[in-house]
């Protein structure tokens, strides 16, 4: 199993511009997490889809923030326009969550720089 | 000024030695807890899960108590080596997600 797939792995990009970052869950898993890690927040849930649905997105910072799932095995987060604040890793995940337990398969992340 | 970071606790431990991270949670609903282990550059690895229906659970090394009069969970890793250095995240769950601990820094002394 390639375990759950994130591109770019690095991304830099000036204040302004748009940037998208794709994720490829495990194939078979029915739920996929969107997280931001930084040095002065730590790991925080910015949006949870449950069979492709939008269940939770109570952590997307802003209206400049957008997540997409238009199947099973794709998923975007996009941010336009983007502001060096928004620099950090950004983590997808994905999980079954018909099992009885709760883990979470991470993928490598995407480390944005927006200068 | 100059923004200030997450202060995450750090645990030096001499290596060989066991070590002992812990964790207190929020929710005494919580019915499920896992531990990660996120090592430098890459994302968080899936250590070890305990249902609350249990008290202890052991892996290869690693060992997870869970004391729900307390609402704490520790993990305990046995005979600690190099490669064990990383940043410890606890997290239990809350409607198919998980909360998150702020995480523990290992640190290995050769």
């Known amino acids: 199993d390639a375990g759950v797939i994130q591109s770019p792995r690095h991304e830099v990009t000036e204040m302004g511009q748009e940037v998208t970052l794709r994720c490829k869950p495990i194939s078979g898993h029915n739920s996929l997490f969107w997280y931001r890690q930084t040095m002065m927040r730590g790991l925080e849930l910015l949006i949870y889809f449950n069979n492709n649905v939008p269940i939770d997105d109570s952590g997307m910072p802003e209206d400049r923030f957008s997540a997409k799932m238009p199947n099973a095995s794709f998923s975007t987060l996009k941010i336009q326009p983007s502001e060096p604040r928004d620099s950090a890793v950004y983590f997808c995940a994905s999980s079954f969550t018909g099992s009885l337990n709760y883990e979470q398969y991470f993928g490598p992340g995407t480390r944005l720089t927006v200068t | 000024g100059e923004s200030v970071g997450l202060h995450l606790p750090t645990l030096s431990v001499q290596e060989g030695d066991n070590s002992i991270i812990n964790c207190a949670y929020s929710n005494s609903a919580s019915d499920y807890f896992i531990w990660y282990k996120q090592e430098s550059g890459k994302g968080p690895q899936f250590i070890i899960d305990?249902?609350?229906n249990m008290d202890k659970r052991q892996g290869q090394r690693v060992t997870v108590l869970l004391n729900k009069t307390v609402k704490h969970l520790s993990l305990q890793i046995a005979a600690t080596q190099p490669g064990d250095s990383a940043v410890y995240f606890c997290?239990?769950?809350?409607?198919?997600?998980?909360?998150w601990g702020a995480g523990t820094k290992l640190i290995i002394k050769p």
């Open positions: 305990i249902r609350s």
């Open positions: 997290a239990e769950n809350s409607n198919y997600q998980l909360i």
